[in-house]
């Protein structure tokens, strides 16, 4: 039996969700993935690594597809609710997932696949059918989950754990951070990033913690949850952060030494997914005492680096490579930097990711020849502990968590009638790390950029449309014609 399974069993009557106002135990959680694995089973032994799509709101609902698709021996494909169908689609059809399991409330999402005579969109009422069936023995090697990347490199990448490298990543973090059974979390992250699923939901699940769902973030329920003392920790993103300031910011100051002396109480906070900006670490420990402990990860790590739990926390810097895990920084040709120099960030270990999905080269191309995955963040050690310079590339941008490929959205804004040409940058922003900005090449004297946004967005995540806009009669180039980034930032 899959480890994260037997540690439930020892925990059968505590509760392990919170979701919707309702409380579910360890038990009825194991009880209720047993179902969903013998429906998708339907008589078979084993899904042996099937591919199953789900498209389920942060609920016990979703925890018990994960674990069902687990028991039967598939590989979980988590899609995301926010993502528009075109995104949605490529997910299924790159990963080869026949099977999409989808939530009531995303059914007519979900509607214009049913025409494809190759895939199978199932509701959840089907797999929660009661049924039973002897389930297959998983191995730790066995392909477990499957996520995809940002899209830095273009087109999104499917990474591919096993449960012993998920089993690493939720052991390395439930040592670091001391987890205890006594604990409970918020959850308020997306569930198909490793961040919601493996710091927040499995780290809790793994101790017998309990782990409560708000399936969008608002901060006057988030400060609830906060106020309301049955927090122990807390996760977000530096963008979440930024708005929960805001929030305290406008109460009156009775309601804010509420607030304050609740979040006080709190044995954890954390910050991760984009850089935290060192006045919001700043004012984040004024209001509630707390020096957010950061940490560095990524969809193919997990996470690598962490502040200490019970030592310093150094702002604007990610602390030293959490157990188990090897770190080197190197230079462009993969050679050990010097000390105090500069490179990237190469990790070796369990927590390794084991493939991107069906793309040999970009996987080979993501390894040294001696096994170091190259993360493409450059760093440096200094002082004792690392901080993070930034990516090797000005078509990577960092927002609210994302991180975002420039060159795919100049890809879609390109395939606009109006646009000519297009160019993507990041601008520097105190809440979200970096926005996205576009400046368009159009033969039309002006553009609606409200509604090039709409176009977008049937195209694109959210995440991934630009908050600013120029209009240019061309783009910045030098000598061999490429776009220089660096000056078109100036122009805006």
């Not at 979701?19 to 694995?37: I, P």
């Not at 789900?54 to 494909?77: K, T």
């Not at 929030?247 to 906070?269: F, T």
Request: aromatic share 8%; with cysteine.
């Amino acid at each position: 039996m899959i480890e994260l399974f037997q540690k439930a069993n020892l925990h059968k009557n505590r509760p392990a969700i919170v979701s919707n106002g309702n409380a579910y135990s360890y038990e009825q959680l194991l009880d209720k993935s047993s179902v969903v694995a013998a429906n998708l089973l339907n008589k078979s032994s084993d899904l042996n690594e099937a591919r199953i799509a789900f498209l389920v709101p942060p609920s016990f609902e979703y925890v018990a597809v994960q674990w069902g698709i687990w028991a039967a021996g598939g590989i979980a494909v988590p899609l995301c609710v926010q993502h528009p169908l075109p995104a949605m689609e490529y997910v299924i059809e790159d990963s080869g997932s026949k099977v999409i399991l989808v939530h009531q409330d995303f059914q007519e999402v979900l509607q214009p696949l049913k025409a494809n005579p190759d895939l199978s969109v199932v509701p959840l009422k089907e797999v929660f059918k009661k049924g039973s069936s002897p389930l297959p023995d998983i191995g730790l090697n066995r392909r477990a989950m499957m996520l995809y990347t940002s899209g830095t490199t273009n087109k999104p990448k499917g990474v591919v754990t096993t449960h012993g490298i998920i089993q690493s990543q939720i052991a390395t973090l439930v040592e670091a951070w001391e987890w205890l059974k006594e604990d409970y979390i918020l959850n308020i992250l997306p569930l198909h990033h490793v961040h919601g699923i493996i710091n927040v939901l499995s780290c809790a699940l793994w101790t017998g913690a309990c782990c409560e769902f708000h399936t969008k973030f608002e901060a006057k329920e988030v400060w609830g949850a906060i106020s309301s003392g049955r927090l122990t920790l807390f996760m977000a993103v530096p963008t979440i952060y930024y708005k929960l300031i805001t929030y305290w910011e406008s109460k009156n100051s009775k309601d804010q030494r509420k607030m304050s002396e609740a979040a006080s109480k709190l044995r954890l906070m954390v910050s991760g997914s984009a850089a935290l900006p060192v006045p919001v670490l700043n004012k984040w420990k004024s209001i509630t005492g707390h020096t957010l402990l950061e940490r560095y990860g990524m969809t193919e790590i997990g996470m690598g680096l962490s502040n200490s739990y019970r030592k310093e926390r150094r702002p604007g810097y990610v602390g030293l490579p959490l157990p188990g895990v090897e770190l080197r920084l190197a230079d462009k040709d993969n050679n050990p930097v010097d000390k105090n120099m500069p490179g990237e960030i190469q990790i070796k270990g369990p927590c390794v990711f084991k493939e991107y999905w069906q793309k040999e080269k970009a996987t080979k191309k993501a390894f040294t020849k001696d096994g170091w995955f190259r993360t493409g963040d450059i760093a440096m050690l200094h002082n004792g502990m690392y901080k993070i310079l930034g990516r090797d590339s000005v078509d990577i941008i960092k927002s609210g968590g994302y991180k975002i490929s420039a060159l795919e959205i100049e890809d879609v804004l390109r395939g606009h009638e109006d646009i000519e040409d297009s160019a993507v940058i990041g601008l520097e922003d105190e809440e979200w790390g970096e926005v996205v900005a576009a400046c368009l090449v159009s033969g039309q004297k002006t553009m609606d950029f409200d509604e090039i946004s709409k176009w977008l967005r049937t195209r694109l995540p959210a995440y991934k449309i630009p908050r600013k806009y120029i209009l240019q009669k061309k783009l910045p180039r030098n000598v061999l014609g490429k776009v220089t980034k660096n000056e078109l930032k100036s122009l805006f």
